[in-house]
């Protein structure tokens, strides 16, 4: 196991960041940390990278504890933080080779690593470049080529597409499902469920600084019953008209927000058209109609009774 | 590794555009404004001009021959010309009088008379030299009526008291002036130490986060970092002393190896300071930037170095904060070079100055080891 994270608890003050909080990751892996912002996953890592001090818990990374002078286990990891983290005042190729001397001392094999690290970010254009002068989405990919650059066993990645266009997000994404093909095991935090939906082999969905769940994206979306989900646009249904729905056959739960209907079957067949029937037979009109399989935000929701947005 | 931190540490200060302004820009903006300010100021208050001085031409004056000769000797133009005379009718006296072209008339008849408009310096000048030519008129004709031999004597003047400098040093007002914005410039060096201190810490920028994780010893950055603010703040200062020795024209006598060596204790003891505030004051980056500074301000202003008696209140009524405030023993090396020109008293100043920042150093590092925060 490359990371095993037990009983962690942290708090600020009154407030408990880590409530027992577990995380184990096999080598090989995509583990996504999913949870909405404040739910504890930057404290998690930068309790793992042994940066912060935590009240009570064990870590163990590469099978060792995790210690501040761990050097032996901090040369196989990797970081991309939240925040960009590079000095303004050096150029990109600067940026990659000083954080990537940092690791490897060799400065033959570190020209070869830096000179692939910027070609896997796509930045060979702009190595010359101050990082002031590079749009949001390439200062991004610079962050992420300063974290990759030595070649960790175990990267660990902080909400890295942050404020990033569509076309850089691919990028990004792509680059960490080929690292891992190449062998890197990737512990990723994010509040978008898509991407983790996305990139992720397996997904912790965390909220209040607890695991509320842990399995694949087929494992979790089975845990809500796995019926479908039917979403409607309606004008007006009054409260009566919901209740009604909400006892019509194999319905589970359903609710109207901002003009829309949404109905969870737990089973069953022709939901849909039932529901249809159900509205004209009350003459309430509707316009587009959507038939869902269920996202980790039902899932989020069904455990927390909270949207993953909140 | 060592080498590999320190370089791009070094890179990075370079081209931090925004603290070399303050460190080295402005240190030369206010040497170039304190040139054009102050540097005539001794020339001002040394210069003397002749004075002017009518004296009616009649019979009498031409007759009085000792007195056109001391008054021709006091005219003979050169760097010792004491009077512009003008030899004029007793109208046109007056009127150079009235017109002030002229501070007093001297008009010969049975006595020397001076006619001034107003008193003032050159009046009483004028009014001393008169005054002083009769006294020795009559003294040397009494003499010579009763002892001619002894003429000889009355104007062989001998001074029994001999004139030597209290040092070797030349103390000169404007040179106060620029020491004062060299200890300045060494005390900004504490602008690099704390930038310095914001990089390494994890719970203060996501730079510092960075390096944390990494697998180098804290010490090894430490030091990488605080060797390259170090270089980066001495060389400004060099360029100071050189822009102003060289571009200004600033004479710093041959005290220039013991103006260097002040020049790197005050820097080291700056990038200490520096250091010291950013790994010991709560707050963030900003916060630390506007202690720092306040604190620059009050230590400057207690060694003297913007209100000059007070370095002399603080060091009768409070002598320990003089050997704690960095700025007061830069200042106080710069002032022993520049009054006394004596090595103890400035040895004395440097090897507190590097005592102190050693003390500085290890309380930093000791507290920026920490190897884990409270919150990041």
């Not at chain 1, 990033?164 to 190449?182: A, F, K, W």
Request: charge should be neutral.
């Amino acid at each position: 196991m490359l990371v095993d994270v037990r009983n962690l608890v942290k708090r600020y003050g009154d407030l408990l960041a880590l409530d027992h909080f577990d995380l184990q990751v096999v080598e090989g892996e995509i583990v996504g940390l999913l949870g909405p912002n404040g739910s504890g996953k930057t404290t998690a890592i930068n309790c793992i990278l042994s940066l912060l001090q935590f009240d009570k818990g064990t870590i163990e990374v590469f099978g060792q504890p995790m210690r501040p002078d761990a050097h032996d286990i901090k040369r196989k990891i990797g970081l991309v933080p939240q925040n960009v983290a590079v000095f303004d005042e050096l150029r990109v190729e600067e940026n990659v080779d000083y954080f990537c001397g940092l690791y490897v001392r060799d400065r033959k094999s570190r020209r070869r690593l830096v000179e692939e690290a910027i070609d896997f970010v796509g930045l060979n254009e702009f190595r010359r470049f101050f990082p002031r002068k590079l749009s949001g989405g390439l200062l991004r990919r610079l962050n992420i080529a300063c974290g990759i650059a030595h070649k960790p066993r175990l990267l660990i990645l902080d909400e890295p597409t942050v404020g990033v266009d569509p076309q850089s997000r691919n990028r990004i994404l792509e680059g960490i499902r080929e690292l891992n093909r190449q062998g890197t095991t990737v512990v990723y935090t994010s509040h978008y469920m898509e991407e983790v939906e996305q990139l992720c082999t397996r997904i912790v969905i965390m909220d209040k600084g607890k695991t509320l769940a842990t399995g694949t994206k087929e494992e979790l979306k089975a845990m809500i019953d796995g019926g479908e989900s039917v979403s409607v646009e309606i004008n007006f249904l009054s409260p009566d008209d919901l209740a009604q729905i909400r006892r019509l056959p194999h319905v589970t739960r359903a609710y109207y927000t901002d003009h829309r209907l949404s109905v969870r079957y737990d089973g069953g067949e022709h939901n849909l058209l039932h529901l249809l029937d159900f509205l004209k037979a009350r003459d309430i009109s509707f316009n587009r109609v959507f038939s869902e399989q269920p996202t980790l935000n039902d899932v989020f929701l069904e455990i927390t009774g909270r949207q993953l947005r909140d | 590794m060592f080498m590999h931190v320190f370089s791009y540490r070094f890179k990075c200060l370079l081209h931090d555009r925004e603290t070399m302004f303050w460190t080295l820009l402005f240190s030369l903006v206010l040497a170039t404004f304190f040139y054009f300010a102050f540097g005539n100021l001794t020339d001002r208050l040394e210069s003397f001009n002749p004075i002017g001085v009518a004296v009616v031409d009649n019979r009498a004056y031409r007759n009085d021959a000792r007195l056109r000769q001391v008054l021709a000797s006091l005219s003979q133009p050169g760097k010792g010309q004491l009077l512009e005379l003008a030899e004029v009718s007793e109208e046109q006296a007056k009127s150079l009088l009235d017109t002030g072209d002229v501070a007093g008339v001297v008009k010969v008849n049975e006595k020397i008379e001076l006619v001034v408009r107003q008193s003032g310096i050159e009046e009483s000048i004028l009014k001393a030299i008169l005054d002083e030519y009769v006294f020795m008129s009559r003294t040397v004709m009494r003499v010579l009526a009763n002892n001619p031999a002894a003429v000889r004597e009355i104007t062989d003047r001998k001074s029994y008291t001999e004139q030597i400098s209290f040092s070797n040093a030349n103390p000169d007002t404007m040179l106060g002036f620029f020491y004062a914005l060299m200890a300045m410039a060494c005390m900004y060096s504490s602008f690099w130490g704390l930038r310095n201190t914001i990089d390494v810490q994890a719970d203060l920028s996501a730079r510092g986060a960075r390096r944390s994780v990494a697998p180098t010893h804290k010490l090894t950055v430490v030091l990488a970092d605080a060797l390259a603010a170090l270089s980066v703040s001495f060389a400004e200062v060099l360029i100071l002393l050189v822009y102003m020795a060289f571009v200004l024209r600033i004479d710093f006598g041959n005290q220039v190896g013991y103006i260097v060596l002040t020049c790197l204790a005050g820097c080291v003891a700056g990038v200490s300071f520096g250091s010291l505030v950013g790994t010991f004051v709560r707050g963030s980056g900003s916060v630390k930037t506007a202690v720092l500074i306040g604190l620059n301000m009050t230590m400057s202003f207690l060694a003297g170095l913007m209100w000059a008696p007070i370095k002399d209140l603080v060091s009768r009524k409070v002598p320990p904060l003089s050997y704690v405030n960095p700025a007061a023993l830069i200042s106080d090396a710069f002032y022993s070079l520049y009054i006394f020109g004596s090595h103890p008293r400035f040895f004395i100043n440097i090897g507190l100055l590097f005592m102190l920042s050693a003390l500085m150093c290890t309380a930093s590092f000791m507290k920026l080891r920490r190897t884990r925060y409270a919150s990041v």
